[in-house]
């Protein structure tokens, strides 16, 4: 399969994971990792399933990731969407967790906007967590991710 993975990050966490695939990946796959602001149309040539990975911010995708959905023809892919964010059970403000418990999460907002458009996604979104607001990833993260993603056998 023709895989692309697009994501975007600002503290290196989201690109961690983006960057996980290639290690877990069989080689009959073609894959090509971009981070969002390196992306170009030619990317998209014969591209057939799309990982988009975002970190969430306000209780959704960055703004590039949410236009980059806006911009390419949702339908004609397969796609697969997950985020980084907070786990409101390690947070102390009663507040926030409360917000981001209701309000949610990146991967989720994409899933919804991509089948809202025709997309097929392959499996749930997912949201793999990050100490306080920069990171570092949570222990055990890259493989949570690892498994979730190759329970496709691609
Ligand atoms: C301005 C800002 C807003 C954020 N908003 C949320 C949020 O709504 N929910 C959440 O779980 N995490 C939030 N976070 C934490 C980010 O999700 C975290 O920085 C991100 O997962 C790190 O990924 P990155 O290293 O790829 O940038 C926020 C962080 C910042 C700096």
Redesign the pocket.
């Known amino acids: 399969m023709n895989i692309l993975v697009v994501?975007?990050?600002?503290?290196?966490?989201?690109?961690?994971?983006a960057l996980a695939i290639k290690d877990s990946i069989s080689e009959k796959n073609h894959v090509i990792i971009k981070k969002i602001s390196n992306f170009a149309d030619k990317d998209l040539a014969g591209i057939e399933l799309i990982v988009i990975?975002?970190?969430?911010?306000?209780?959704?995708p960055?703004e590039v990731i949410r236009k980059f959905l806006k911009k390419i023809d949702i339908k004609k892919y397969k796609w697969i969407a997950f985020?980084?964010?907070?786990?409101?059970d390690l947070?102390n403000s009663k507040i926030l967790k409360l917000?981001?418990k209701n309000?949610?999460?990146?991967a989720p907002y994409m899933a919804k906007i991509i089948k809202k458009s025709g997309g097929k996604m392959l499996l749930e979104p997912e949201?793999?967590?990050?100490i306080?607001?920069?990171?570092p990833l949570v222990k055990g993260e890259i493989d949570r991710f690892q498994k979730w993603f190759n329970s496709l056998n691609l």
Do not use: C, H, K, W
Request: hydrophobic share 30%; aromatic share 20%; no cysteine.
């Open positions: 994501y975007d990050s600002y503290f290196g966490n989201t690109e961690r994971i990975g975002s970190p969430t911010r306000a209780f959704r960055t985020d980084t964010g907070v786990n409101p947070i917000m981001v309000f949610g999460y990146a949201t793999f967590f990050v306080g607001n920069e990171g």
